[in-house]
């Protein structure tokens, strides 16, 4: 069995047992120690894996890591264990003093479930707050498991793992600010674009308008780049079948092209407390299309409440469907003028309760 087998194994069992695993112990013992021995090292033999090995930090005696890969009698990895359902966010501070009194050159920070692998980019022998590599053994994905392979007994190599951490992290938080700009562009990134394509000043409603172009216009170039790939794996299989090529357009490249924005999330919550007199608050629910946002009774497109179209910056509306299946759209500056509907809201529900 090879390595990606092996850890994918351990994930299967994580996910089969960890409801039935009460304490650190345990965790240690069910999930922490199988990925230690999966990296090639023997668990059961001190020189290779210490257990409880002593870290005390200037007068505070007694203090202990969980566990240190050894080489040669000098830890090279230090690993801190919680129980699996603990938040790893209140423990790296434990992991960081320790790293400080060790010659160990990583550290890991695990409840089993997450990894969080750390080393000293940013300052000699002080760890780094962030992680380099992070990664969740419920939701693996081949690119981390090639880099966790890096830490296996048979290839470890220290300039070669240094020169991956520092890929990895600055790669990490690149994509991190690039997921932020997608979702929410800033002026500046808006600024960079759209002065590519328009030469007048960028007053403040030429911002807000771009804006909205420039994030309608990523999504639409994600969701191109799904078809184009859906396709050729289509045309691809279709070769190997011999099928004939049909309409590869699926649903779900269809459905990137819908970003359901913090805007109508709002308004969603805003009707949603204006009819929770009237109805269970669980019956409410919305559907988001490219052109329109629709609020709907018990999921269903035969009880629609209304419909919001809230993409335009200067032209927003609340639509009520009329008795002949036509919109009668009303137009609004801002979302609590949806409140003055409040009547219109509550008479459609009625018809439904």
Request: negative net charge.
């Amino acid at each position: 069995m090879d390595f990606k087998d092996q850890i994918k194994q351990i994930a299967e069992r994580i996910e089969k047992l960890k409801d039935n695993i009460p304490t650190e112990e345990a965790t240690k013992n069910a999930f922490i120690m199988p990925f230690i021995q999966t990296l090639g090292y023997d668990v059961f033999n001190p020189l290779e894996v210490l257990p409880e090995m002593s870290c005390d930090i200037g007068t505070k005696k007694g203090e202990k890591i969980d566990y240190a890969i050894m080489k040669d009698g000098v830890p090279m990895i230090l690993v801190e264990c919680k129980h699996w359902a603990q938040d790893l966010n209140l423990h790296d501070n434990q992991l960081l003093r320790y790293f400080h009194v060790s010659k160990a050159k990583f550290g890991i920070l695990t409840n089993g479930i997450l990894y969080r692998f750390y080393t000293d980019l940013e300052t000699p022998n002080k760890m780094d707050e962030k992680p380099f590599l992070e990664i969740n053994m419920l939701d693996l994905k081949e690119s981390q498991i090639e880099e966790v392979k890096k830490f296996h007994k048979s290839y470890f190599d220290i300039e070669t793992i240094l020169s991956s951490a520092s890929e990895l992290k600055y790669m990490g938080e690149l994509k991190t600010l690039i997921s932020k700009e997608f979702i929410n562009p800033t002026p500046d990134f808006v600024k960079y674009f759209g002065k590519q394509i328009y030469d007048k000043q960028f007053t403040p409603k030429i911002i807000e308008q771009f804006t909205y172009l420039v994030k309608r216009s990523i999504a639409s170039h994600i969701s191109d780049m799904i078809s184009e790939r859906l396709k050729a794996a289509i045309k691809d299989e279709n070769k190997e079948t011999g099928q004939t090529e049909i309409n590869p357009i699926s649903k779900a490249a269809e459905e990137q092209k819908v970003i359901t924005t913090e805007e109508e999330k709002e308004a969603f919550f805003i009707i949603k407390s204006i009819l929770r007199s009237e109805i269970e608050g669980e019956r409410i629910t919305f559907r988001d299309a490219q052109t329109y946002f629709s609020i709907l009774i018990d999921d269903n497109n035969r009880k629609p409440v209304c419909r919001l179209y809230l993409n335009s910056p200067t032209n927003k509306c609340i639509a009520f469907i009329g008795e002949d299946k036509k919109e009668i759209r009303h137009k609004i500056e801002k979302l609590d003028d949806i409140y003055m509907f409040s009547k219109q809201l509550i008479e459609v529900v009625n018809k439904y309760v």
